[in-house]
């Protein structure tokens, strides 16, 4: 037996699989109404995200928080502050999110470097518009 919100009630496989399937949407709308509002983890902002990503290996909640935290307090997050960090500094803020520091600040130097250069220091909006528009990138 499994619980189905739409029913309400505690439901066979098979006869969920007969009722009208939810959308997902209503899904979501559900998933909210049983577990409440959820907050992410990580940042939203596409360019955040991807330095929150380097932020740890392996890359994992536990690991990117750390490194994000040592980031944001000793760097910075701008493309500038990354581009003028020297790699070292760099690469000791982000020891505690993990394996490989060095490598992995060398990656969020480039990626700072096509952010500034490429998208004019905002990759949000490199991404709006139709999704043939940004699929390329």
């Given at each position: 037996?499994?619980?189905?919100?739409?029913?309400?009630?505690?439901?066979?496989?098979?006869?969920?699989?007969?009722?009208?399937r939810?959308?997902?949407?209503?899904?979501l709308?559900?998933?909210?109404?049983?577990?409440?509002?959820?907050?992410?983890?990580?940042?939203?902002?596409?360019?955040?995200?991807?330095?929150?990503?380097?932020?740890?290996?392996?890359?994992?909640?536990?690991?990117?928080?750390?490194?994000?935290?040592?980031?944001?307090?000793?760097?910075?997050?701008?493309?500038?502050?990354?581009l003028?960090?020297?790699?070292?500094?760099?690469?000791?803020?982000?020891?505690?999110?993990?394996?490989?520091?060095?490598?992995?600040?060398?990656?969020?130097?480039?990626?700072?470097?096509?952010?500034?250069?490429?998208?004019?220091?905002?990759?949000?909006?490199?991404?709006?518009?139709?999704?043939?528009?940004?699929?390329?990138?």
């Amino acid at each position: 037996m499994i619980y189905t919100p739409r029913a309400g009630c505690l439901c066979s496989r098979g006869e969920v699989m007969r009722k009208n399937r939810l959308t997902v949407p209503e899904l979501l709308d559900h998933l909210e109404r049983f577990y409440g509002k959820q907050a992410p983890g990580w940042p939203t902002d596409p360019y955040l995200f991807l330095l929150w990503w380097y932020c740890g290996y392996p890359a994992s909640d536990v690991a990117c928080n750390k490194g994000w935290k040592e980031l944001t307090g000793k760097i910075g997050t701008d493309p500038e502050a990354i581009l003028a960090a020297r790699p070292a500094a760099l690469a000791a803020a982000l020891k505690p999110g993990g394996m490989l520091p060095e490598l992995r600040a060398e990656r969020m130097k480039e990626l700072a470097v096509r952010i500034k250069d490429e998208f004019d220091g905002d990759l949000r909006t490199a991404l709006t518009g139709p999704l043939q528009t940004f699929a390329k990138l």
